[in-house]
């Protein structure tokens, strides 16, 4: 760990500015951004006694090798910075808000041609209107409910062109919950309002459908029509169950999220009822490590910093009004950036009395038994993981703790198809974002260490690379220090590169015994690598070795840091194979038209669907082929030419009579 001392910057060197600051580790990786009204007075307290620091500002300065700084005109440059660098960087010491589960929404994609409703969770994606979020139960029984009425498409893309092939839709196009885009019972404009019927009415105007519905039930019954009159009685009962499905909280013309939070010394908990149209149309709950000595105005100033800022940018979700227990720090700068988000003006308040507060108060109850069911939780999975690490650090006698381990596996069926994977695990918990997959050719797919050589080679020579490329910008950040001090830098300053293999772990885990091991040893050491320590488990007796030992390791049947072993093992060959099946599976659908020099995926496809096979490319002139969508003159002349070169000369070929076999001259 880095003395805090060795990297102070002097006083007098930092501005008193409002601006933005990172610190990076020694590997360059920045792992915390913050904002300050005067960078001096801020930067001052993290170095003036760092032994009254928080356990994890502690952790942090230690950790660094270097801080630098940006400044900027205004607080609310300083706002913008700030989410900009963590949403980029991701930094480990920040402070982060999680789910505390991964709650569905009801999705509309509007961005196809043939607008889909359907379940979604995780990331949010361009063109797609989202409701919610909804428990799973609920949502699944709102979709339901509400395809009678608006029979919008709600099958996969595989199913959709099935049924468009075969010219029969699916089972829900047979009982009425689906128009049958697929088979053109529907047009497309036709469909794609009945799709923005459906988005309106999740969107808060349920009474305006019923009314119509009312109307036209009304009116049938007039004509005597009672068969359609039943349909949309039964219509109307199916948007009344959804739309009264959630209890009316507050007025009708009210749309709000409602925040609160429960917290002790080191954590957090969070949560967010979504008020529309008076009613409740979902819950989130966060729950959220204390990195610095965060005041509550502190916490809600980066909730609603990372909430909206990532809803607002992906689908607009921002209410006109967000309530909160207590003002936010800065809050007119971050009303103002959050209207320039939205559109429209965004009001931060703090509900004092009323039915606002009341509801203030039943969201702080389900923040306080979410930070007790969340320690509840996790009490046994930190004790289990911390024993894990500690037991495997001292089992390898190791003199650093296990921050991040990363395991090496290699797959292939008879030396074809040769494949690796690399699986990492950050503090007993995988990290699947850093997982990596690698394809291995030539020499090095002759045998396993050749492999197990080539992967470790190959991933710390990119780590080297971006080691260097970083190391090279902060010196050069560091030089240009004194130059930072007017608020034109926020816009000339370049994002850093993400690297791909910048962060190194601290033990690497090979799959496999002694010479695998060796060869992992030998690579590493090729590099000048010396300070990544490497083991191999090897799976017969679950051995485990390192490098240019005669005897393994062998750890206790009951030791959790061999069940932390196994589980990355199986983990990383899990991965392999199946990269290797994917792998596998493209090799055995390979096309005779693949080897056509300059014919790519998409003109491949074009003249299949043109000729139907690649039979009938090989029998095509080249001005039929010149026919096919995307492929030219010069193009359609190498198809032939490389078809032509193929195939054996007909006139070469001596003709022969099979009823004698006698060869017939030509």
Excluded at 108 to 126: A, I, L, N, S
Excluded at 181 to 190: K, L, Q, Y
Excluded at 477 to 498: N, S, Y
Aim: charged letters at 25%; a neutral charge.
């Amino acid at each position: 760990m880095a003395n805090p001392a060795s990297y102070r910057p002097k006083t007098g060197e930092i501005p008193t500015n409002p601006g933005v600051y990172r610190f990076r580790d020694p590997h360059g990786r920045v792992i915390y951004v913050g904002k300050a009204k005067s960078l001096r007075s801020r930067l001052n307290s993290y170095f003036a006694n760092p032994a009254g620091l928080l356990p994890k500002t502690y952790a942090m300065v230690h950790a660094a090798s270097s801080v630098e700084w940006t400044v900027v005109g205004s607080e609310l440059e300083s706002l913008q910075l700030e989410y900009t660098w963590i949403k980029e960087f991701k930094p480990r010491f920040n402070v982060v808000f999680r789910d505390d589960k991964t709650y569905p929404y009801l999705a509309v994609t509007m961005g196809e041609k043939y607008p889909r409703v359907q379940v979604m969770r995780g990331d949010k994606r361009k063109g797609t209107r989202y409701f919610g979020p909804y428990t799973a139960g609920a949502i699944r029984e709102t979709m339901d409910t509400l395809l009678r009425v608006f029979p919008v498409r709600s099958c996969s893309a595989g199913v959709f062109k099935r049924a468009e092939a075969t010219g029969r839709p699916c089972l829900l196009g047979y009982i009425d919950k689906c128009a049958a885009p697929c088979v053109g019972r529907i047009s497309p404009e036709d469909h794609r309002a009945l799709a923005d019927d459906f988005c309106a009415f999740m969107g808060g105007e349920a009474k305006r459908f019923i009314t119509k519905l009312e109307k036209q039930m009304a009116d049938a019954v007039a004509k005597l029509d009672y068969e359609h009159a039943a349909r949309l009685r039964d219509d109307i009962a199916a948007l009344r169950k959804v739309f009264e499905r959630n209890a009316v909280v507050l007025s009708e013309d009210t749309d709000a999220d409602v925040f609160a939070l429960h917290e002790d010394e080191l954590e957090a908990a969070v949560q967010v009822f979504h008020v529309r149209g008076g009613r409740i149309r979902g819950q989130r709950g966060w729950v959220v490590e204390k990195v610095e000595d965060f005041t509550t105005p502190d916490l809600v100033e980066h909730l609603l910093q990372q909430v909206y800022g990532e809803d607002g940018e992906t689908h607009g979700r921002l209410p006109r009004e967000v309530l909160v227990p207590v003002a936010p720090s800065n809050a007119e700068d971050l009303a103002t950036w959050l209207g320039g988000i939205r559109g429209a003006k965004v009001d931060i308040r703090v509900p004092q009395r009323g039915d606002k507060a009341a509801l203030m108060s039943t969201v702080r109850e389900n923040a306080e038994h979410a930070l007790k069911l969340h320690k509840t939780r996790r009490a046994g999975d930190i004790t289990v993981r911390s024993q894990a690490l500690q037991e495997l650090q001292e089992a390898l006698d190791l003199p650093v703790p296990l921050l991040r381990i990363e395991c090496f596996d290699v797959s292939h069926v008879q030396g074809t198809n040769v494949v690796a994977s690399m699986v990492v695990v950050e503090d007993g918990l995988p990290k699947k974002s850093d997982y990596r997959k690698f394809s291995i050719t030539g020499p090095a797919a002759s045998d396993d260490t050749a492999a197990m050589h080539d992967v470790l080679t190959r991933r710390f020579r990119h780590y080297l690379q971006d080691k260097s490329a970083q190391v090279d910008e902060s010196v050069l950040a560091a030089d240009g220090r004194d130059a930072v001090t007017d608020a034109a830098v926020l816009d000339t300053t370049t994002p850093a590169p993400k690297a791909k293999f910048a962060y190194p772990p601290n033990l690497v885990v090979v799959d496999g015994g002694q010479p695998q091991v060796n060869a992992a040893a030998r690579a590493l050491a090729g590099l000048g690598i010396d300070d990544v320590y490497v083991v191999g488990l090897a799976k017969r007796l679950e051995e485990v070795w390192l490098p240019d030992s005669d005897f393994p390791v062998i750890l206790p049947r009951t030791s959790q840091g061999l069940y932390l072993l196994q589980r990355i093992r199986d983990e990383a060959h899990r991965f392999a194979i199946t990269f290797h099946r994917q792998k596998r599976g493209k090799a055995m659908t390979v096309s005779a038209l693949d080897a056509v020099p300059g014919l790519g995926a998409s003109k491949r496809k074009a003249l299949l669907a043109h000729f139907g096979s690649v039979k009938g490319v090989k029998a095509a002139s080249v001005e039929e082929l010149s026919q096919a969508k995307g492929i030219g003159p010069a193009l359609a002349g190498a198809i032939v030419n490389h078809f032509a070169a193929d195939s054996p000369d007909a006139a070469a070929v001596p003709a022969i009579n099979m009823a004698t076999g006698e060869i017939i001259e030509t």
